[in-house]
C-alpha cells in the first residue's frame, strides 16, 4: 500500500512458513512448507541505500545510561530501529528492579519454577544455546505477565572432561607441563583459576540474549549446596543397593585415559575401506571398513574354522568361536577346540543362537568378549574367559602375547594381519560398511574394554519413569517422543559413572587399609581396631558428569536439606531441552527425583528439535555452516568468518573446506540483526516434531520487522499527539468505526492465537498470529484506513480512531514482548498509560486475554473487510494492468450482483478509496451500468470492478486481453460441460461433485457474459 507509512518503513519480507490471515496485497503468497529467501528490503527512511555487496554490521554505539538505571526517554525516537541503541541498558535495568527474582515466601500465585540446562563453563553461545534459552526465556516471560510467581533457575555445569582437557591443553601450550608434573592438588587449583576467569563468558552471553534468570540463584555443579547434593545421592543409592562396583564393558578414549559416556561418543559411517587419522599416530592414517576373514586351526585335526573380522587385533583377546546350533557345516565340532595361532591356547567351539546368524558370512563367529559388546553378552551366557589386550593407552599388554606386546593398537592390527599372512591363514579381505565410534572430544576411536567401575542398577528407577508417563503424570511434548522413552528405558542396562579425571566430584567411596593392608569387604565394621592402625584411601576416579546433572531440578533449591526454596518451588514446572538428550539428561532425573525424593522433579517436558543450516546439514565447524549467535546480532565479514576458523582447532585440511562452506552459505558474511530478531526467528522456526533449518537471511527479514514496529509506532506517536490521553478503559466505545471495529476483532484473534499456541506449546502459533497482526493488518490496513480520520483534527471520528490506535499498540506491544523484549520495552515506555496504570514495565504489565478481547469479535465484519481487500487488490491489479502510475488517481465503479452485497459496501466506499489510491468509488444501484470507457476486473460472480480509463488507455489493446480471457474462459465451460455430458457420468459421479460443477458451470457463464459486454465497452469506447 502506498501512504506515509509504507514510505516511511522498510517493506519487510514476507515471513516464511506463516501464511497471513489477512494480506490486502495482489501477490501471491507462497506455500507454507516453503522457505524462500526473503525479499530484499528497501532502505528505511534517513537510511542510505547500501552497495550490493555490503552487509549491516553493528554500529558503534555508546551506552550513558548508569548501569541500573532506567534509560531516559525523553530523547527524540531515532530515525530506524538500531539494535545496539534499543538493546542498552535495559537488561540491567530489569535486574535491578528484581523483576527476575522469585518471592519463595509468596504464596498467592501461582508458580511457574523452571531450570536452565546448564551450559558447560567451558563453552560460549552456539545456536542450540540461542534457540533454547529463547523459548525459555519466552516462556518465562509469558508465565510472568499472566501474573505467576516466576524462578527459572540459572548454573552451568564443571564439564568434567571438557574443562579437564582445555585447561590441560592451556598447561601444556603455556608451561610445556603436563596435570602429572603438577599432581591431582595443583592441578585442581589450576581448573579453580581457569573457571573463575573464564567461566563466566557464557553467562554474560546469556544476558546478552536477554533471559531473565534469577541471578540470585546462580549455581555451579561444583558448589558446595550441590556437592553436598552428589554425596548424599551417591551414599542413599548405595545403602540401597543401586550403586555397585563392577567389572564391564565401558566405551574407552585412549587419548583421554577415561571411560565416556554414550552421549560422548559419536558415529562415523562408512560405506566400505576407508583410511582416516587417528590421535597418536601422527601423519599415519589408519585403515578401517575391511573385513578380513582367517582361520584357526581345530585340534588335533587338519580341518580349519575361518571367521571374519573388521577389529583383527582383537583376535589375541579371542577365547571362543560360536556356530549356529543348526548349522549343519559345523555340528560335528561342537563342544571341540581351535588353537590360537600365535600362543597355543585353546578356544572352544560353542553354540549360540542368539549371537549367530548362520546365513551371515561363514557362520563362524569370534569371540572377544573383554573388547566388544555383542561378544561381552555371549561371554556371560556361556561363562568364557574375558581376556584384556590393551593398557589404557591404547597398547597390546602381555596378555596380548609376544612379538605384539607394547605396539600400539593399530599398528598391532598391520602386524597380527602380516602374522597371520605368513602363516598361510588370511583367507581375505574385502569392504565392509561399518560404524566406528568416535571420541567427541579428541575422535579417538573409542576402544570397549572390561574395566571395574561403579555403576546403578537402572532397571526399577526406569521402570517408575515409564510407568510416569504412561499414567500421564509425567507429559512429554511433542508426544511423538514416547515411544522413544519407552524403548530406551524398557531396554536400559545398567550406567557407568567412573570416569578417569581429576576434575568432578571425587566419588565419596573408600578403600580401608589396616596397618597397611586393604580389607576385602568394602562393607566390613571394624570397630573391633584401633584408629591409629586405620587409614582411608578415596577412590582416585569422579562421578560422570551427568550424575550430578540428574539431581539439578532438586540440587539446585538446597536438598537434601529443607530449604525455603525446595519447599516453595520444587517440584518444578516445566523441563525445556533438545529431544537428543531425552535419556542422558531428561530420563536421568526423573529416575533420581523419584528415587530421592519421591516426587517427579517437574510435570512436563517439552523437547525441541535440532537446529541445522539452511540446507538441513548437521551444524560442524569442519563444514563452515557453524553459527555465533553473537555474528548473527551484530553481523560480521565473511573475512572475520574466515578468520575464526583459522584461529581454532580445526586441522588446515578442514579449514580450507570450511572456507568454501562459508563462502557459498554466507558470500557477504552476516548482516546485523539484533537480538530481538534472533529470538523471534528461532521461535518462529520451532514447530513441534521437526528440525530447523536455519536461513540466516530469514532472520534478517525478522530485523526489517523490526524497524517496521519502531516506524509505525512512531507514526502513530506522531498522530496521538503529545497531548494524547488514552481512556481509563480499553472497551469500545460505540463510536467506532467500520475499519476500527474490524481491526479489535482482529486483534482479539491475535490474542486467542496466541494464547493458544502458549498454552499448547506451538510458538510459531503464537509468532504467526503476532506477526500477522502488526504487519499486515495493523501496519498495511488499518494505518492506512485512519488517514482520512486523522487529518480531521478534533473530529469524534479521529478521537475515535486514535483510541482504537493506542488499544492495538498498547495490547500489540505485549502480546509480541516475551519474544521481543528489548524492543518492545523501548516502545512501550514511549506510549502514554492509561490512567491509574502505574506499571513501571511491559515486563510485568498483564499479558493480554481472550476472555476480554472476545467482545471485539466479529466474524461478519470480517468476511466484509476481507472481500473488501479482494476489491482492493483487483483495482490495484487494474491499474497495473492498464500501465497507470501509482500518483494517478481513476475513478472506480464498483457493480454488485447482489442486493445484500450492495447494501454492505456502500459503508466501504470511503475505505476502498483511501487504500486503492482512487479519487472517487461509486457503488451501482439496481441495474445500472459504468460509463463507456471503463476496463473490468471480474472478483467473481457477484463482484465486478470497473476503471473508467477512457482518454488514458489504448481500446485495442484492451480488447486483446479481454478476448484472450474470454477464450480461456470458454475453453473452460466447453471441458466441463464435456465431461458432464460423458456417458455414466450422471451414476459414477457423486452428487456433492455433480453439484458443483453445476455452480462452476453457472459461474464460468457469468464471467464469460460479463466480459463480452466489456468487450464490447471497449469497441464502443473506441467508435466514440
Known amino acids: 500500500m502506498e501512504g506515509q507509512i509504507e514510505k516511511s518503513t522498510e517493506q519487510t519480507a514476507q515471513q ?206 561444583m558448589d558446595e549446596k550441590l556437592s553436598v547434593a552428589v554425596v548424599e545421592a551417591f551414599v542413599r543409592m548405595y545403602e540401597n543397593g543401586l550403586i555397585y562396583r563392577g567389572t564391564r ?142 593398557t589404557d593407552d591404547g597398547l597390546i599388554n602381555e596378555e596380548g602375547g609376544a612379538p605384539f606386546t607394547g605396539m600400539k593398537r593399530f599398528d598391532a592390527r598391520v602386524a597380527v594381519t602380516q602374522a597371520l599372512e605368513e602363516k598361510g591363514l588370511i583367507r581375505e579381505s574385502q569392504d565392509n560398511p561399518m560404524i566406528i565410534p568416535i571420541c567427541s572430544r579428541t575422535k579417538d576411536v573409542i576402544e570397549p574394554r572390561l574395566k571395574p567401575q561403579w555403576w546403578v542398577r537402572c532397571k526399577g528407577m526406569a521402570d517408575e519413569a515409564v510407568k510416569a508417563v504412561r499414567e500421564k503424570r509425567l507429559e512429554i511434548v511433542p508426544s511423538m517422543h514416547e515411544a522413544v522413552w519407552y524403548r530406551w528405558l524398557e531396554n536400559i542396562q545398567d550406567w557407568c559413572i567412573s570416569r578417569q579425571l581429576w576434575w568432578g566430584h571425587r566419588i565419596p567411596a573408600y578403600l580401608v587399609h589396616i596397618d597397611g593392608q586393604p580389607t576385602p569387604d568394602a562393607k566390613a565394621k571394624h570397630a573391633d581396631v584401633a584408629p591409629e592402625k586405620i587409614k582411608l584411601e578415596q577412590d582416585p576416579d569422579v562421578l560422570d558428569t551427568w550424575f550430578s546433572a540428574g539431581l539439578f531440578p532438586f540440587s539446585v533449591m538446597g536438598w537434601p536439606n529443607e530449604t525455603a526454596d525446595l519447599k516453595a518451588f520444587y517440584p518444578t514446572s516445566l523441563l525445556e531441552t533438545g529431544h537428543d538428550i531425552l535419556f542422558f539428561w531428561v530420563a536421568r532425573m526423573v529416575m533420581m527425583g523419584l528415587n530421592l525424593t519421591g516426587q517427579l522433579p517437574f510435570s512436563q517436558v517439552l523437547l525441541h528439535a535440532m537446529v541445522r543450516d539452511a540446507h538441513g546439514r548437521k551444524m560442524s565447524k569442519s563444514l563452515g555452516n557453524v553459527v555465533d549467535p553473537i555474528d548473527v546480532t551484530e553481523g560480521i565479514r565473511l573475512t572475520d568468518m574466515h578468520q575464526k576458523l583459522r584461529e581454532g582447532n580445526l586441522e588446515a585440511s578442514e579449514v580450507e573446506k570450511a572456507i568454501k562452506g562459508q563462502q557459498k552459505d554466507f558470500p557477504n558474511g552476516i548482516s546485523e540483526c539484533g537480538t530481538d530478531a534472533m529470538r523471534f526467528a528461532l521461535c518462529a522456526y520451532t514447530s513441534q516434531g521437526r528440525d530447523i533449518n536455519l536461513d540466516i537471511n530469514r532472520v534478517v527479514s525478522y530485523r526489517h520487522f523490526c524497524n517496521k514496529l519502531w516506524n509505525a509506532t512512531k507514526f502513530a506517536l506522531m498522530n496521538l499527539g503529545a497531548d494524547y490521553a488514552p481512556l481509563a478503559s480499553p472497551d469500545v466505545t460505540g463510536q467506532e468505526s467500520i475499519m476500527e471495529k474490524w481491526i479489535l476483532s482482529r486483534l482479539h484473534s491475535a490474542v486467542k492465537d496466541a494464547d493458544q499456541g502458549w498454552k499448547s506449546f506451538e510458538l510459531a502459533q503464537c509468532t504467526t498470529a503476532i506477526y500477522n497482526f502488526w504487519l499486515y493488518e495493523l501496519c498495511d490496513v488499518y494505518l492506512e484506513a485512519i488517514k482520512p480520520a486523522m487529518r480531521n483534527k478534533g473530529s469524534p471520528e479521529q478521537k475515535s480512531a486514535q483510541h482504537t490506535l493506542y488499544t492495538c499498540l498498547d495490547y500489540g506491544l505485549k502480546l509480541l514482548h516475551p519474544f521481543m523484549p528489548f524492543v518492545t520495552e523501548e516502545l512501550y515506555q514511549r506510549i502514554p498509560r492509561r490512567p491509574g496504570d502505574n506499571i513501571c514495565s511491559i515486563m510485568v504489565s498483564p499479558y493480554p486475554k481472550p476472555a476480554y478481547t472476545q467482545a471485539w469479535a466479529n466474524e461478519k465484519l470480517e468476511a466484509d473487510v476481507k472481500l473488501a481487500q479482494d476489491i482492493i487488490r483487483a483495482s490495484r491489479a487494474l491499474r497495473a494492468d492498464n500501465g497507470l502510475p501509482p500518483s494517478s488517481k481513476p475513478t472506480f465503479f464498483l457493480e454488485f450482483h447482489s442486493d445484500e452485497l450492495r447494501n454492505t459496501f456502500r459503508g466501504f466506499a470511503p475505505i476502498i478509496l483511501t487504500l486503492s489510491g482512487a479519487s472517487e468509488v461509486n457503488v451501482l444501484e439496481g441495474d445500472a451500468k459504468p460509463p463507456s470507457g471503463c476496463a473490468v476486473n471480474i472478483l467473481n460472480e457477484n463482484v465486478e470492478i470497473h476503471i473508467f480509463l477512457k482518454g488514458l488507455i489504448d481500446p485495442d489493446v484492451e480488447v486483446k486481453k479481454l478476448e484472450k480471457k474470454l477464450g480461456e474462459s470458454t475453453t473452460q465451460l466447453e471441458t466441463l460441460e464435456k465431461k458432464m455430458k460423458a456417458p455414466m457420468y450422471e451414476d459414477k459421479v457423486p452428487a456433492a461433485v455433480k453439484q458443483s460443477n453445476t455452480e462452476r458451470v453457472g459461474k464460468l457463464n457469468q464471467e464469460i457474459e460479463a466480459i463480452k459486454q466489456a468487450i464490447e465497452k471497449f469497441k464502443a469506447m473506441k467508435a466514440n
Open 16 to 221: 516464511p512458513e506463516q501464511k497471513p490471515q489477512q494480506q490486502p496485497k495482489a501477490k501471491k503468497q507462497p506455500a507454507p512448507k516453503k522457505q524462500p529467501a526473503p525479499k530484499k528490503a528497501a532502505p528505511a527512511a534517513g537510511e542510505k541505500k547500501a552497495k550490493k555487496d555490503e552487509i549491516r554490521l553493528k554500529k558503534e554505539f555508546h551506552n550513558t545510561t548508569p548501569k541500573g538505571e532506567k534509560k531516559d526517554m525523553s530523547q527524540p525516537m531515532l530515525n530506524e530501529y538500531d539494535p545496539p541503541a534499543v538493546e542498552a541498558a535495559w537488561y540491567d535495568w530489569w535486574a535491578a528492579q528484581g523483576f527476575f527474582r522469585a518471592d519463595e515466601n509468596d504464596q498467592t500465585k501461582e508458580k511457574f519454577v523452571i531450570v536452565i540446562p546448564p551450559p558447560n563453563v567451558t563453552g560460549s553461545l552456539h545456536m542450540g544455546h540461542a534457540l533454547t534459552n529463547s523459548i525459555q526465556d519466552s516462556l518465562c516471560r509469558w508465565h510472568r505477565m499472566s501474573g505467576k510467581n516466576v524462578l527459572w533457575v540459572p548454573g552451568t555445569d564443571h564439564a568434567g572432561i571438557a574443562t579437564q582437557v582445555v585447561v590441560e591443553k592451556k598447561l601444556k601450550k603455556e608451561r610445556d607441563l603436563s596435570r602429572h608434573d603438577l599432581g591431582r592438588e595443583k592441578f585442581i587449583e589450576e581448573v579453580w583459576r581457569w573457571k573463575n576467569d573464564y567461566g563466566a563468558q557464557i553467562c554474560n552471553q546469556l544476558r546478552r540474549l536477554g533471559s531473565s534468570l534469577d541471578w540470585s540463584r546462580e549455581v555451579f555443579t
Open 249 to 390: 564393558l565401558v566405551n574407552w578414549c585412549t587419548e583421554l585415559k577415561t571411560a565416556i559416556s554414550d552421549v560422548e561418543v559419536e558415529h562415523k559411517d562408512l560405506k566400505g575401506r576407508h583410511k582416516m587419522k587417528v590421535p597418536g599416530y601422527g601423519k599415519q592414517e589408519v585403515e578401517f571398513g575391511v573385513l578380513t576373514s582367517f582361520a584357526y586351526p581345530i585340534e588335533n585335526s587338519e580341518e580349519q574354522i575361518v571367521v571374519s573380522t573388521t577389529r583383527i587385533e582383537t583376535m589375541l583377546g579371542d577365547t571362543a568361536i560360536a556356530v549356529h546350533p543348526d548349522d549343519e557345516r559345523y555340528k560335528h565340532l561342537h563342544g571341540k577346540f581351535a588353537v590360537h595361532p600365535f600362543n597355543g591356547r585353546r578356544i572352544p567351539i560353542i553354540t549360540d543362537s542368539i549371537l549367530v546368524d548362520k546365513e551371515v558370512g561363514t557362520g563362524a563367529v569370534k569371540i572377544t568378549p573383554a573388547h566388544d559388546p555383542k561378544d561381552y553378552e555371549c561371554g556371560k551366557r556361556h561363562s568364557l574367559e574375558m581376556i584384556n589386550i590393551f
